[in-house]
Each structure stands twice: as C-alpha cells, then as structure tokens.
C-alpha cells in the first residue's frame, strides 16, 4: 500500500491495517510509526525531561510511559500534537480484571491519549479462556468509553505459537485495537524481543480489524522496518532515535 505520511496527527480509530510494504522510510514517516518510550522504573525527573524533548525534537507521535508520569508527560506535549501512551499492570500483568480496568481509567483522566495493558500471562498459560477474555474484554470497554485506543501486550517470549494464535483471537473478540508482542522487560532466561515470525503470525490472526505493535529493545533501522514489513503498525522501542539514524534524511 502507499505509505501515508502522518505528522502530528494521531489517528485513534482506523478500521483498516494493511500491511506496509514500503521500501524506505524518511524520518517523519518512520516517527510517525515509533511509540518512543521510557519505562525503567528508576527514571527521574531530568530522565523525563530529556526524552519528551526528544518526542518534540524528532517529531515521535507517541510517548511511551508509566502511569506515575503520565500527567506530568501529558502537559509538557500540551499543543505538540504528540500523545502520551500510558502501560497499565505493567510488566507482569499480574492484576484482576476490575483492578486493571480502574487503572486505565485512571492514567486516561491523567491524560493517556492511548493505552498499552499486560495481559494476564498465567491465565493464557492455564488455558483460562474465560479470564483472559474477560480480563482484555474491560479494560477495552474502559477505554473506549473515554475514546482512546488501546493495546494488549501478549509478551509472547512466554508463549507457544497457539497460545499467541488464542489469545490473538481473544483479543480480537474482547475488543482490542491491537495485540503487542511484549514490554522489554521479560526476565528468568527468556528474551522480550519481537521477532518476525510472531508478529507474522499476530497479523494472520488479526487481519485488517486490528493493528499489531513489535515491542522490545528493537535498536535498529532495519530492525523496525522488517518487522513493519511482517506486518507491525507501530514499533514500540526505548531507542526510537537509533531506529532513526538509518533514515535517508537523518542528519
């Protein structure tokens, strides 16, 4: 499909996810794409403030953070077009259903402009069908009550290929606007990155109903554009200027 440039202008409801199979990206096009992001728990204050001026310095539409710092990140992008993506039981998902949804709710009167929830890894694990859903099922009715998008992070580095094809559909009938791969932060042996073949797969299930988003230390160019090519609509990394450098216009 042809590559729409999008600046400042988040799209919050799109009913259709083509994969993009555009070659090359300009730096505004491939922002356009990044959730740049800053989760580490022991980000301070000076931290934030380096990062959400590299939000406005290169033009990312979306600034990935943890709910502590989503009213304090939300005003500083006031009038820059950038949102705030907040992470909800992050990163291990270990929350009910009720206790989950209120979060969302609460990082979205924060000023969430989208959001990002952990799904419940163990209930995926248990086969607890009924859980999952219901556990992804309100938190998106949360979200979309207030208007806002919203992610589940799968962290499939945990997963066999049919639970990621379960909770995929799961998540498609719960109402989710996109599945994630994972939060960067698995730990026990096991890596937190995107691959190819997972995201390939996501996509598969989803189809054009929903977006897929490739999460991790992703730390290059031609990294961020494969995974776009097997079908990711947002690339959601802490390096979101490396995957720039590759860019033919960065300077």
């Known amino acids: 499909m042809p590559f729409i440039k ?6 919050m409801n799109t009913n259709k996810y083509e994969t993009i199979s555009q070659e090359s990206f300009t730096m505004n096009e491939l922002a356009a794409l990044i959730d740049h992001s800053l989760l580490t728990p022991f980000t301070t204050r000076s931290d934030l403030d380096r990062f959400l001026s590299e939000i406005v310095d290169y033009n990312f539409q979306v600034a ?4 502590v710092n989503t009213e304090y990140g939300a ?4 009038g820059t077009g950038a949102i705030v993506a907040t992470v ?14 209120a979060e969302v709710e609460n990082a979205i009167k924060k000023g969430a402009g989208t959001i990002d929830i952990v799904c419940n890894i163990g209930a995926i694990k248990s086969a607890e069908w009924d859980l999952v859903y219901r556990d992804m099922a309100e938190c998106a009715e949360m979200s979309h009550k207030y208007d806002r998008t919203i992610k589940a992070i799968l962290e499939t580095c945990y997963l066999t290929r049919e639970e990621i094809a379960e909770t995929c559909k799961i998540a498609k009938k719960a109402g989710m606007d996109y ?5 960067g932060f698995a730990t026990a042996g096991f890596i937190s990155l995107a691959t190819i073949g997972e995201v390939k797969l996501m996509k598969s299930i989803v189809g054009m109903d ?5 999460s991790g230390p992703i ?3 031609d990294t961020a554009v494969a995974l776009i090519h097997a079908g990711a609509h947002r690339i959601g990394s802490r390096k979101g200027v490396e995957l720039l450098k590759g860019c033919s216009d960065y300077k």
Do not use: H, Q, W
């Not at 999008?6 to 799209?11: A, C, G, L, M, W």
């Open 88 to 101: 909800v039981a992050f990163p291990f998902g270990a929350l009910a259903p009720d206790a989950k949804a």
């Open 6 to 11: 999008i600046e400042r202008k988040f799209i």
């Open 179 to 183: 599945v994630k791969t994972s939060t």
């Open 219 to 221: 730390g290059d160019y």
């Open 64 to 67: 990935c953070l943890n709910n």
């Open 75 to 78: 005003n500083k992008l006031a």
């Open 210 to 214: 929903m977006g897929v988003k490739a």
